[in-house]
């Protein structure tokens, strides 16, 4: 990870994330309280970047009890490994709610709202509605409706967040977006750059995030 910070004193901070990665949501909050420890620097941008778990999602999702025990083998393996990751959630005041939720998405529309997000300067809250949608409420990411919703919440305007979803705008921005990052090595996220340098992959203490926030400012 690079020591040196960008001539304008401001730093960014870039995560590679899907929506429906529990650590991710678990990654944002170890985030937010990585800056906490360290005042609430100014001069921090945080931007989000998209990354596919299931690229081959079909367009309309899977239901999530059949996708998960084909993914781990069986279902009570499945539970087993969401109990762990809600432990983990707790910690960070996170209740998942996975008995709500009944389908896993393909998340590529979402990543969309989150491009267009970004270019109205709402990205962050968009991303913390959609994960709270998927996670603590159970709601359906292929729904256009549920998707426009939680947009609008997250400060995207109701006819921006419909205009998006009714063509392909953003489409190819987010697969570009996509295929950069994982030609610089990503292949499992929240995965954490620096002023554009590689730092962490997953979602690490807010100690650590923030002593190597700490070290990237320092000149």
Not at 31 to 41: M, Q, R, S, T, V
Not at 103 to 129: K, S, Y
């Amino acid at each position: 990870m690079s020591s040196s910070t960008s001539s304008t004193g401001i730093l960014t901070i870039d995560i590679v994330s899907d929506v429906i990665c529990p650590w991710c949501f678990i990654g944002k909050r170890r985030l937010e309280k990585a800056l906490k420890l360290l005042g609430d620097p100014p001069g921090v941008k945080v931007n989000w970047k998209p990354f596919q778990l299931n690229p081959q999602m079909p367009a309309q999702g899977i239901e999530r009890r059949a996708y998960r025990t084909a993914k781990f083998g069986n279902w009570e393996q499945a539970q087993a490994r969401d109990a762990q990751v809600a432990a983990a959630a707790a910690e960070e005041s996170i209740v998942f709610a996975f008995d709500k939720m009944t389908r896993t998405p393909n998340t590529l529309d979402a990543h969309r709202l989150i491009w267009l997000a970004g270019r109205l300067g709402v990205q962050d809250a968009v991303v913390e509605r959609l994960f709270r949608g998927y996670f603590e409420e159970g709601m359906d990411l292929n729904d256009r409706a549920t998707l426009v919703r939680l947009a609008v919440e997250g400060g995207v305007p109701v006819q921006e967040a419909e205009r998006l979803l009714a063509g392909e705008e953003g489409r190819a921005e987010v697969l570009r977006e996509e295929a950069k990052y994982m030609s610089l090595g990503v292949s499992g996220v929240p995965s954490f750059f620096f002023n554009g340098q590689p730092g962490f992959s997953g979602a690490v203490a807010p100690t650590i995030l923030a002593d190597a926030i700490r070290q990237v400012r320092e000149p």
